[in-house]
């Protein structure tokens, strides 16, 4: 069983910045992938961004140039670092991780518990 623990939500003004970390224990994977979703209330969760075991990122374009992917030393480990906050990124962040799950390159999912991230004056 792999365990996803985010951290690092919270209360922000707009044009702040919160850094969220995502790790990921239990058994040990192959990962292709860890990224971030988010959902608004009300509305369907949303893809963020993710960053490759490569070190490739992308990012949905709402979030560009103010949000910014990264992995730590332990490749278990990612960061989203949030700056110039918009109320419209209110929401319940969700870490995510993709894995290789057999030797011809299925992938297999796991995902965290979220953490809320409200930006309001």
């Known amino acids: 069983q792999v365990h996803l623990v985010e951290s690092g939500g919270g209360l922000a003004q707009p044009g702040g910045s919160l850094r969220l970390s995502c790790s990921a224990s239990?058994?040990?994977?192959?990962?292709?992938?860890m990224g971030w979703y988010r959902q608004a209330p009300g509305k369907a969760r949303e893809y963020v961004t993710f960053?490759?075991?490569?070190?490739?990122?992308n990012y949905v374009d709402s979030v560009k140039g103010r949000f910014t992917i990264s992995r730590g030393n332990a490749k278990n480990t990612v960061y989203l670092q949030m700056n110039n906050l918009k109320p419209e990124d209110t929401g319940v962040y969700y870490c995510?991780?993709?894995?290789?799950?057999?030797?011809?390159?299925?992938?297999?999912?796991?995902w965290g518990q979220g953490t809320q991230v409200t930006v309001s004056p």
């Open positions: 960053i490759t075991n490569d070190d490739n990122s």
């Open positions: 995510n991780v993709d894995y290789y799950k057999d030797s011809v390159g299925n992938l297999g999912h796991y």
């Open positions: 239990g058994m040990e994977l192959r990962i292709y992938a």
